[in-house]
């Protein structure tokens, strides 16, 4: 029994939608909480929808740690279920660098206030955001987030909230908050180890697609059922299949992302939708028509897939489409305004050489299938309203493709 060296988990930084929170492990992998459901989908992954998913990696274990100064981190314990998939890097490279022992875990004096908070300090987090991304630079945001105060200074005044993205740190936070109140320090936790499906791209773009017309698993109970179905109805999920819960796209004039969440997704109209997937694949000076064929090819690859999949039901899955924002040729004019699309007017450039994308389904917690281990109910035939959404997808981008 060799000893390990436990891995100190980092937030994931280009988490850009989704509630569950997602921690780096290493450069090419992340994991997340187990839910017994995801685990039967991915142990039993169809040949076919492997290309389309993060590959299966293994378990870990995984605890909360306080060290005397309060400070409280995650840490990972690697074990033999992971040796299927060959060792990992278990380095954990300079703790000083790594935002969780940096946060001051401290009692909320808030009245009403269910769960202890996590108080950032805001000069320490701008540092790690700066380690953690190419080029040194920041992640951009033009969001309003409503939720409570993400980002507190020492003095408790709120620092401005146009400077990052911090949707995945509210994610971990949340989640942190969730372990503490509920679980001492000792308590083992299993964690999925998956592909890191970013790690090869130097500026990850990212789309999070919320797919289908249905989002609530069958185990949902009747408040949680009407919730999900409400929010389809009011969004463009009914009307086309698909919605966005979060994106961020590296904008090359200023060197910054522009990021937007779920609920600024939720407010889209079709037509709203159909400028934001534009947006998505516009870099600030021109709009990427080089990874329209590539997207699309690889979303009607998918669909072909998708047909062939009896009894599958992907309720509540996103669906990520991949680029990289570093251009080998770049074009530098200049553009007025880079944070509202509707003042943006990017002129085309058609690249001669494909660039490098990818589309990937993640998040089956709810992902039902005839012969899962969590099963429900059996459906037959394929998922139609999950066809609905891909189909319309790519009609969108066709359409983007011809000018239109």
């Known amino acids: 029994s060799e000893s390990r060296t436990a891995v100190l988990l980092e937030p994931f930084v280009h988490q850009v939608g989704g509630h569950m929170s997602m921690m780096k492990y290493d450069e090419h992998t992340v994991c997340k909480p187990l839910v017994s459901q995801e685990l039967s989908f991915y142990e039993s992954l169809p040949l076919a929808m492997r290309q389309?998913?993060?590959?299966?990696?293994g378990i870990v274990s995984v605890h909360l740690k306080k060290d005397s100064l309060g400070n409280l981190t995650l840490m990972a314990s690697p074990s033999l279920q992971t040796e299927s998939c060959g060792r990992l890097d278990n380095a954990i490279g300079d703790s000083s660098m790594?935002?969780?022992h940096k946060c001051k875990w401290a009692a909320s004096t808030g009245t009403g206030s269910e769960h202890t908070l996590v108080k950032w300090s805001h000069t320490q987090l701008t540092k790690t955001f700066k380690d953690s991304c190419p080029g040194k630079?920041?992640?951009?945001?033009?969001?309003?987030?409503r939720t409570d105060s993400l980002l507190e200074g020492a003095n408790r005044n709120q620092p401005e909230r146009n400077s990052y993205n911090p949707w995945g740190l509210h994610c971990h936070r949340q989640h942190l908050n969730r372990m503490s109140s509920k679980h001492n320090e000792n308590k083992l936790h299993q964690f999925l180890l998956l592909e890191n499906v970013v790690s090869k791209y130097n500026y990850p773009c990212i789309l999070d697609l919320k797919m289908g017309t249905r989002q609530h698993g069958d185990d949902a109970s009747e408040e949680k059922k009407a919730r999900h179905i409400k929010k389809c109805e009011q969004s463009t999920s009914a009307s086309l299949g698909v919605r966005i819960c979060g994106l961020q796209v590296y904008q090359a004039d200023t060197g910054h992302f522009l990021?937007?969440?779920k609920y600024y997704g939720r407010k889209l109209s079709p037509e709203g939708f159909r400028q934001t997937l534009r947006q998505f694949l516009c870099n600030g000076n021109h709009l990427r028509t080089d990874l329209l064929e590539p997207i699309i090819l690889r979303l009607k690859a998918?669909?072909?897939?998708?047909r062939k999949q009896s009894s599958y039901r992907f309720y509540s899955s996103s669906l990520l489409i991949i680029y990289d924002g570093q251009e080998y040729?770049?074009?530098t004019a200049p553009l007025d305004n880079h944070l509202h699309f509707q003042k943006t007017n990017c002129t085309t450039s058609h690249g001669t050489n494909h660039a490098r994308v990818d589309v990937r389904m993640i998040?089956?917690?709810?992902?039902?299938?005839k012969g899962s281990k969590c099963n429900h109910t059996t459906y037959d035939g394929p998922d139609h309203g999950y066809i609905f959404g891909l189909?319309?997808?790519?009609?969108?981008?066709?359409?983007?493709s011809e000018g239109k």
Do not use: G
Request: glycine share 0%.
């Open 98 to 100: 790594t935002i969780w």
């Open 137 to 145: 630079m920041l992640l951009r945001t033009d969001l309003q987030y």
């Open 259 to 261: 990021c937007k969440d």
């Open 391 to 400: 189909e319309n997808l790519i009609k969108i981008l066709q359409n983007i």
């Open 302 to 306: 998918l669909l072909s897939v998708i």
């Open 363 to 369: 998040d089956f917690a709810h992902t039902t299938f």
């Open 52 to 57: 389309f998913t993060p590959q299966y990696k």
């Open 329 to 331: 040729k770049e074009n």
